[in-house]
T-cell receptor, first 114, second 111 residues
Framework: DAGVIQSPRHEVTEMGQEVTLRCKPISGHNSLFWYRQTMMRGLELLIYFNNNVPIDDSGMPEDRFSAKMPNASFSTLKIQPSEPRDSAVYFC????????????FGEGSRLTVL | DQQVKQNSPSLSVQEGRISILNCDYTNSMFDYFLWYKKYPAEGPTFLISISSIKDKNEDGRFTVFLNKSAKHLSLHIVPSQPGDSAVYFCAASEISDKLIFGTGTRLQVFP
């Protein structure tokens, strides 16, 4: 079975540009999470969805960040406009059910904003 | 603000010896704790977990200990192997709530 699929794996963009990161969760999983990894904060939860509905977006840094889950097999994380401090690795993870236990992570999208 | 803390950013251990990775938390409502392992250019993968009703859980070379009164957990790897070299994240959650991760500890196992 395919795991969580993220694209792009690497993105280099200039400050002010729009960035869209994509995620396909594991089939059958109904909870999806977006995390950001930085040296200072480790893995920060940005937002999570259950049955395509955003449950907790308190980790979204500011209005420049938005996330959508239009259906059970696809989610996007958008940054507009991007800033250099947004440079990080962004991970998507999925699991079955709302109660978190083992999360299954994608390989991440490494974002560099120049 | 950091509810889950891993105060050692790195650890270096000789092959065959014990590796001990530590994690502290501040939220007394956490009732489920996990360790994840991450290799470069890969996503984190689940390693081992423990519920707050236990104080120890063992899986092969990996054992997690939980001390609720001290709000502390640790991961023991015995014996350590070069393939264990990775970043280890501690994570915790309240019942039916999101996972909160620590900042990670980079373990290097040398021959």
């Amino acid at each position: 079975d395919a795991g969580v699929i993220q694209s792009p794996r690497h993105e280099v963009t200039e400050m002010g540009q729009e960035v869209t990161l994509r995620c396909k969760p594991i089939s059958g999983h109904n909870s999806l999470f977006w995390y950001r990894q930085t040296m200072m904060r480790g893995l920060e939860l940005l937002i999570y969805f259950n049955n395509n509905v955003p449950i907790d977006d308190s980790g979204m840094p500011e209005d420049r960040f938005s996330a959508k889950m239009p259906n059970a097999s696809f989610s996007t994380l958008k940054i507009q406009p991007s800033e250099p401090r947004d440079s990080a690795v962004y991970f998507c993870a999925s699991t079955l059910g709302l109660a978190v236990g083992e999360l299954f992570f994608g390989e991440g999208s490494r974002l560099t904003v120049l | 603000d950091q509810q889950v803390k891993q105060n050692s950013p790195s650890l270096s251990v000789q092959e065959g010896r014990i590796s001990i990775l530590n994690c502290d938390y501040t939220n007394s409502m956490f009732d489920y704790f996990l360790w994840y392992k991450k290799y470069p250019a890969e996503g984190p993968t689940f390693l081992i977990s423990i519920s707050s009703i236990k104080d120890k859980n063992e899986d092969g070379r990996f054992t997690v200990f939980l001390n609720k009164s001290a709000k502390h957990l640790s991961l023991h790897i015995v014996p350590s192997q070069p393939g264990d070299s990775a970043v280890y994240f501690c994570a915790a959650s309240e019942i039916s709530d999101k996972l909160i991760f620590g900042t990670g500890t980079r373990l290097q196992v040398f021959p």
